[in-house]
């Protein structure tokens, strides 16, 4: 989701507090041991699925829709709920990008960069002389896109050394407007200055992103980033 940050704190209570109210609504469906019980209020569940074959079991279980519509009538505030959060359609088509910007990132994750940045650009071209943050950045490889496609500088924090020297032999390589800073969040305050420079003037860029950071980093990066109100998190 691309919000600014304002809607996005507003929304992530809403979703908790009811994400939170299903779960206890919901909590006999997931919460036993599958290996040693054997919920006997899911007796519904096993006489609506039991005319079906097993390619159609293998079907349902692994589309998300098909559930939705098959399963409506027994949990209707669940896929209720499911709908609202689903984010708008991105509609904007990213340019031919040059084999050389994604030589060595794997499929998989090149596909989850293309389509981050299509969802997150169209609002950095407003802000593209001011630096945007790429969180846990790794070997930079969004902040790389990002550069490449908006022409706006990115400063990646990386707690991982060997992976911001890497990164900085990238961007350099390919003349990108990147810079690195290794710095640990859990340990290092954000105003600190590092032997890569300093992450103070970080803190004032309008555009803080995030897309592979593991854990509660995630939630690091609303949290430091709110006193500097930035316009977008992503």
Excluded at 72 to 79: E, M, Q
Excluded at 95 to 124: E, M, V, Y
Aim: charged share 15%; net charge neutral.
């Amino acid at each position: 989701l691309h919000l600014s940050i304002r809607r996005q704190r507003q929304m992530c209570i809403r979703d908790r507090l009811y994400g939170a109210q299903l779960l206890s609504e919901l909590r006999p469906y997931w919460d036993f041991n599958a290996f040693t019980q054997r919920p006997g209020h899911l007796t519904w569940a096993l006489s609506k699925i039991a005319h079906l074959n097993e390619a159609q079991l293998w079907a349902l279980d692994n589309d998300v829709e098909q559930q939705a519509h098959y399963f409506a009538g027994n949990f209707p505030t669940l896929f209720e709920w499911q709908a609202q959060c689903e984010p708008a359609p991105v509609t904007t088509q990213l340019p031919s990008i040059p084999f050389w910007l994604h030589t060595d990132i794997p499929g998989r994750k090149w596909q989850q960069i293309q389509g981050f940045c299509a969802a997150t650009t169209q609002n950095a071209h407003a802000n593209s002389s001011a630096s945007a943050i790429e969180w846990c950045a790794g070997k930079g490889h969004l902040g790389r896109l990002h550069t490449w496609l908006c022409a706006q500088p990115v400063i990646s924090i990386e707690w991982q050394n060997s992976l911001c020297l890497q990164g900085q032999q990238y961007a350099n390589k390919l003349k990108l407007p990147q810079q690195f800073i290794n710095a640990d969040i859990h340990k290092l305050p954000l105003s600190a200055t590092t032997a890569q420079g300093t992450i103070q003037c970080a803190t004032q860029a309008p555009h803080w992103m995030a897309l592979h950071a593991c854990g509660e980093l995630h939630l690091s990066l609303i949290h430091i980033s709110e006193p500097t109100r930035p316009l977008y998190i992503s």
